[in-house]
């Protein structure tokens, strides 16, 4: 009964607590306020390579299937490995079989075989091997290949820097506008990030391996621009 007393009682100040509002000092203003948006871009060249490698087999049998497959991908994982790529950025993305079946007019499918596929997201960070490593796995059996996707690893410093420059952008204006209107900047008032932008992996080619042992792939990772918006209000007098 105690207990039960003490939770009883807890519960009105938990709700109480709940409540409680911090009032908000909106600063006073005796001149004009000017609100502006700016924007800061930056441009990286791409760091890392992602791409998606996979063997697909097809066999009569469920098992045999698998067991193809099994032993094709460990010649690719293999050749991952002897290429220098570190087991934390191999990683398995999708395992499927799937029956195969013939379909003729009229009559109900039949059952040939059955499909097994397995695929791994691989992250490349020597941008410049990539294309001798797409040759190497196709060499050792990958038969489906994606990418590569090419990608910032760490674009948190250049946001920063993408930031400053918004930030600097967004005084510039305030200081044209007031300019225009006669007037001068007092102070600023507030700003906020509307959020960073990294653009998204920028895909490359797709390749089904169908290639010559001689064939080579050339990558040319190109620029990204990141950029950051930010919204600022000033006083203008």
Do not use: C, W
């Amino acid at each position: 009964m105690t207990a039960l007393a003490l939770s009883s009682a807890a519960v009105p100040a938990i709700a109480a607590a709940q409540v409680q509002t911090i009032p908000v000092q909106v600063p006073l203003i005796s001149g004009t306020r000017l609100d502006v948006a700016a924007t800061g871009e930056v441009t990286r060249a791409p760091d890392v390579a992602i791409i998606s490698a996979g063997v697909q087999t097809l066999q009569p049998t469920a098992t045999a299937a698998i067991e193809e497959n099994a032993a094709r991908m460990e010649r690719v994982r293999a050749a991952l490995k002897r290429a220098g790529i570190e087991d934390r950025d191999i990683q398995t993305s999708s395992i499927n079989l799937n029956p195969e079946y013939h379909y003729d007019q009229n009559r109900p499918p039949r059952l040939t075989g059955y499909r097994a596929t397995n695929t791994v997201n691989v992250k490349f960070r020597d941008l410049k091997r990539t294309g001798a490593i797409l040759d190497a796995l196709v060499a050792e059996g990958a038969n489906q290949i994606n990418g590569p996707n090419l990608s910032i690893d760490k674009p948190e410093s250049a946001l920063d820097e993408a930031r400053i420059k918004a930030i600097a952008n967004g005084r510039a204006r305030a200081d044209l506008y007031a300019r225009a209107l006669g007037m001068r900047v007092v102070r600023l008032i507030s700003v906020s990030e509307g959020g960073g932008y990294a653009p998204p992996p920028m895909p490359m080619v797709a390749m089904m391996a169908e290639r010559s042992a001689d064939a080579s792939s050339k990558i040319d990772p190109g620029t990204q621009q990141l950029q950051v918006s930010v919204s600022m209000s000033f006083e203008l007098r």
